[in-house]
């Protein structure tokens, strides 16, 4: 028996909007979904539907061994979903701001002490995986295409194959709880096939890894198609937790998603994650030196990784694209299979922000 809520707003469109980049805890919710359960606001729209238990044990497993070490990596872009800058959460090689903003800052390198052109946001352990619709940034004056398979794709051809069969499942849930999004998304998708998750309405899957996201709105993918998110409990790391629920604030409501578990939301409603708590005593020690004291600071080291498939906006502008007229060359081993020493500095210099290399200099004389 599927349970049908109907919630109303707590906070008006002015009010929620102010706290782009805030954190919303459990107290703040009215009502924790646990169950199977479709959420509807009171003017009729859909807010999210809950299954339990629906991605069979084989598919997470797999799932989980492909995207465990990606969904790990650290980025510096993942704006308001990231928080308000907050110094302990920034990259080691940020000295003082410069035209600071709410989720974003210039900076002068703590480790170089010249200005750096970037601008950097909280780091966060989250990775972007299948296919994405912006050039590379290393190719921008390169003539980069506008669409491109992404480096975990290009560089783990098959972790991306083993975990094709879990996708397809997440694909069946969403055809089968949306199905008017799912009609749109996969026409839309079907028209870039070259750029597409294979039997599926997704081209792109986000990954993250014990990451509880600040307030914010999906950007980015298609407006008439519908979020699809999975939860992972990694069982080789020992740090269980309650909580991380996925929460819509303005509207009071948060669900459960745990391993097995599918979750369609609206991702363009305001929507993040509560607080994660222990799920037993010293389970914060019991990372022992498997995780790094920032990592335990921050509560990076939960064993929650969560899964994200969605269809990139913009992808449709490469139908038909000449892949050929574009220098969007990927490294090819030399002989023997390995990669001559010049060829991986020119590929870090040109991937890795110059203040890391600049640190890993000074420390180490790598790159000397």
Not at 27 to 38: G, L, S, W
Not at 246 to 270: C, I, K, S
Not at 280 to 304: P, T
Not at 343 to 354: A, F, Q, R, S, V
Request: some cysteine; charged content about 30%.
């Amino acid at each position: 028996m599927v349970k049908k809520l109907v919630v109303s707003k707590i906070m008006s469109d002015a009010e929620i909007a102010k706290c782009e980049g805030d954190h919303f805890d459990e107290n703040h919710y009215k009502v924790i979904v646990n169950e199977d359960a479709d959420v509807y606001t009171d003017e009729g729209k859909l807010l999210l539907k809950l299954r339990k238990n629906v991605i069979p044990k084989k598919l997470t497993d797999q799932a989980l061994k492909s995207y465990r070490s990606a969904a790990k990596v650290k980025r510096d872009n993942r704006g308001a979903s990231a928080g308000n800058l907050d110094r302990k959460k920034l990259p080691t090689y940020v000295g003082d701001y410069i035209n600071k903003k709410k989720f974003r800052t210039g900076f002068v390198s703590s480790f170089s002490g010249k200005t750096s052109k970037q601008m950097v946001g909280n780091l966060a352990p989250s990775n972007i995986i299948g296919y994405y619709d912006k050039i590379d940034r290393n190719l921008l004056k390169k003539g980069g295409a506008p669409c491109r398979l992404t480096a975990f794709n290009r560089d783990h051809p098959e972790l991306w194959e083993q975990s094709t069969d879990f996708l397809k499942a997440v694909d069946q849930q969403f055809k089968k709880l949306v199905p008017s999004s799912h009609e749109k998304q996969l026409r839309r998708c079907q028209a870039v096939p070259e750029f597409a998750i294979k039997d599926t309405a997704f081209s792109t899957v986000t990954v993250n890894y014990s990451w509880r996201t600040a307030l914010h709105k999906d950007a980015g993918d298609y407006n008439d198609g519908f979020g699809n998110l999975m939860v992972i409990e990694d069982t080789e790391n020992p740090n269980k937790y309650k909580g991380a629920y996925t929460g819509f604030p303005q509207y009071g409501v948060a669900a459960n998603v745990r391993t097995g578990d599918f979750l369609a939301m609206d991702v363009h409603e305001w929507h993040a994650n509560t607080e994660f708590k222990p799920d037993r005593e010293g389970s914060d020690q019991a990372a022992g030196g498997k995780f790094k004291k920032k990592d335990i600071d921050n509560k990076w080291h939960y064993n929650r990784l969560s899964v994200v498939c969605y269809l990139r906006d913009k992808m449709v502008r490469c139908k038909n694209l000449n892949m050929k007229l574009y220098n969007n060359k990927s490294y090819e081993p030399q002989s023997g299979g390995d990669y001559k020493i010049k060829d991986i500095k020119e590929e870090i210099y040109k991937n890795l922000p110059l203040e890391w290399i600049d640190h890993m200099n000074l420390k180490y004389g790598l790159f000397n």
